[in-house]
């Protein structure tokens, strides 16, 4: 069921956007050469703990996961995408590192993500390839809430995704993407990272969505690592992933998880 929020609910969803914006940074600040995604995830724990939240990760068992996730932050290396299942790994340099975070504030849900290099690269070479993956996912995140208007459709927030990746020249994997945020984390509608503009749910003022553009580099085909929920590409390329909570109001857009 797509439920719309009213403006005082818009407002009252605005604390958990902030503090998951907050964390991320404060996490991506965390992450040098060294640190074991261990540490991020007691950061992030601790984090919610301060704070009174609740992650909306630690108990989660879709489907599609193995198990219950256990952590409350996803942490995804180089070839994997989405998804990471914390792990005792110590970051090295120039390891390019996902993270992706949800909690729930005094009831209401925000999730986001940002990808980032760790420490320096190994070379030129990687630096721009990785700069150019990760910058598109962002561009594609910035296209993606531009086309999130009033009276537009969920298919012309697809659209403006898709053809930003084509243009980078990535291909566009539909099995995971954006979708409805509210009391729980996973809700309709779902948006897709490809779609045609013009189709799909109308666009309405009170509507709040994820939005996440993640792209590999010479793939679009996917497969669950042994942990039973990390999410890695076929040929071992790298992944980066893009993503902010945001709602529909009869002005525009309002992004709850932006960075400073």
């Not at 956007?17 to 907050?22: C, L, P, Y």
């Not at 993640?214 to 690592?225: K, M, P, R, S």
């Not at 990390?230 to 309002?254: Q, V």
Request: glycine share 10%; charged share 25%.
């Amino acid at each position: 069921m797509i439920e719309l929020r009213t403006p005082r609910e818009i407002e009252e969803m605005r604390p958990a956007g902030r503090f998951v914006a907050e964390t991320l940074q404060a996490v991506r600040e965390a992450a040098k050469p060294g640190v074991n995604l261990l540490e991020l995830d007691e950061l992030a724990h601790r984090r919610i703990k301060e704070r009174g939240a609740e992650s909306c990760y630690i108990d989660y068992h879709p489907s599609f996961g193995a198990s219950p996730f256990g952590k409350v932050i996803c942490t995804s290396v180089n070839d994997a995408v989405l998804h990471g299942l914390p792990h005792d790994y110590a970051l090295a340099d120039g390891d390019l590192l996902t993270l992706d975070f949800a909690v729930a504030v005094e009831g209401w849900v925000s999730d986001s993500a940002l990808s980032f290099v760790v420490g320096e690269s190994p070379s030129p070479e990687r630096a721009e390839a990785d700069a150019k993956l990760i910058r598109t996912t962002e561009v594609a995140l910035a296209a993606g809430i531009e086309a999130a208007q009033p009276g537009k459709k969920v298919g012309d927030i697809s659209a403006a995704i898709a053809a930003v990746a084509r243009e980078a020249g990535y291909a566009i994997n539909t099995d995971f993407g954006g979708h409805g945020v509210g009391r729980t984390m996973h809700g309709d509608p779902h948006v897709p990272n490809d779609g045609r503009a013009g189709r799909g749910f109308p666009l309405r003022p009170g509507l709040v969505i994820a939005i996440e553009p993640w792209f590999l580099e010479t793939t679009d085909e996917i497969y669950t690592d042994d942990d039973g929920w990390t999410l890695r590409s076929a040929d071992g390329s790298r992944g980066a992933h893009s993503e902010h909570t945001i709602a529909i109001t009869e002005d525009g857009p309002i992004v709850f998880t932006a960075r400073d």
